[in-house]
């Protein structure tokens, strides 16, 4: 468009408006579906801190019965194993297993720090997490909530699923977590991939001595 001066104004095209609101109503539908979305819409925290939303999910048969897969990936004696298959982890602590809110579930709360890379090989830096894992046997159901105990402010939550397959035991896992600003850039380049990785190891439980 020509001003009366001569001179070129750039108006933004309805169209755009509209796109943008397009893929602001895409990204939140496939976070409520449970699809894989690495970032998402920026959130206002309880304590009053920005954060940004990454999800991701992924799921696995085990060749094994649910009778022993679930305590496998659910409870305490074996939790530092399952932790240790991501070449992340560097510390593990139990804390405390208390009674759940059900007859059939309990509380295990543990503190872990894992070394997180930044700046590809070239640099990394260790976030100390602490967990309370709440382990429902009636739901066959695993919730794994955590939080970074120092500066970064990172929460996640992992839902963790069984369902028996005869022989077999299907795992699913979602992931939702929040990350600061710039930070959450490296939950989305990484979160995906170390998920999938971690839980593609799950089986090494079963071979273990």
């Not at 796109?19 to 959130?43: E, N």
């Not at 009778?67 to 496998?72: A, G, R, S, T």
């Not at 022989?167 to 930070?183: D, F, L, M, Q």
Request: net charge neutral.
């Amino acid at each position: 468009m020509v001003s009366s001066h001569g001179t070129s104004e750039c108006v933004t095209p309805p169209w755009r408006d509209d796109q943008r609101s397009l893929q602001q109503t895409v990204l939140a539908q496939r976070i409520d579906t449970g699809q894989d979305a690495l970032t998402g819409p920026t959130s206002g925290r309880a304590d009053g801190r920005t954060a940004v939303k990454f999800e991701t999910s992924h799921t696995i048969t085990l060749p094994a019965p649910i009778e022993e897969v679930f305590p496998l990936l659910a409870r305490a004696p074996d939790l530092e194993r399952v932790l240790a298959l991501s070449p992340m982890l560097r510390s593990f602590r139990l804390l405390e297993t208390r009674p759940g809110p059900t007859a059939a579930s309990e509380v295990i709360v543990f503190e872990f720090v894992e070394e997180v890379p930044v700046l590809g090989p070239w640099g990394r830096t260790r976030i100390p997490m602490r967990c309370e894992q709440t382990v429902d046997a009636d739901a066959s159901r695993v919730d794994y909530r955590s939080h970074s105990l120092r500066g970064v402010g990172i929460t996640v939550h992992k839902e963790r699923t069984f369902e028996s397959r005869g022989a077999a035991t299907r795992v699913s896992e979602t992931v939702h977590g929040e990350a600061p600003p710039g930070i959450h850039l490296l939950a989305r380049r990484s979160a995906r991939r170390q998920h999938v990785l971690h839980m593609e190891r799950y089986g090494e439980l079963l071979t273990a001595d």
